[in-house]
């Protein structure tokens, strides 16, 4: 009977043991998972503020740019050109460089290398790296919003910016 009671008291306290197991393990699990949903939140929130300091860029860029061709506009008048040339002449000029630049996207090739990519476009605007991914995304704001994707440090797309 005694023997019985001992085996029975082993095979309870096997079991209790076994549970703790159990609940630690089910712990460890939930609290890993609430790490890496944390980890996806701050991810998120850089790529948030990310776009909103690319954007803050690009309004800044756009409003230099708008400046400049006041200041040309200003100074082709002051030379003597009528409004209709000097209209005409940036419009020349504005279409030229917007075609240097489709050039430019135009000769990108999947399988670059960034090196190649830099030496056709210039420096990027803003890079994104995802080392976890191996990958990056470099962003220009040349003529709008371009960019160039790169996986494992080889070109695998990129969207040229739509001209305007």
Do not use: C
Request: neutral net charge.
């Amino acid at each position: 009977m005694i023997g019985t009671i001992s085996s029975l008291l082993v095979l309870v306290i096997a079991l209790l043991l076994i549970a703790v197991d159990q609940a630690q393990s089910i712990e460890q699990a939930r609290a890993k998972a609430q790490k890496e949903a944390q980890s996806q939140q701050e991810r998120e929130q850089q790529w948030q503020a990310f776009a909103t300091q690319e954007t803050e860029k690009r309004q800044k860029a756009e409003s230099i740019v708008k400046e400049l061709y006041e200041e040309q506009s200003q100074k082709r008048m002051r030379e003597g050109d009528s409004i209709a040339q000097a209209k005409e002449t940036e419009r020349r000029e504005k279409a030229a460089s917007i075609e240097r630049e489709k050039a430019k996207w135009n000769s990108l090739l999947a399988g670059m290398s960034p090196q190649q990519v830099q030496s056709i476009l210039g420096r990027p605007d803003g890079v994104n790296n995802n080392e976890y991914l191996q990958s990056a995304t470099w962003h220009y704001h040349h003529f709008g919003i371009g960019y160039v994707s790169f996986s494992h440090r080889v070109v695998d797309g990129w969207s040229a910016p739509l001209y305007y």
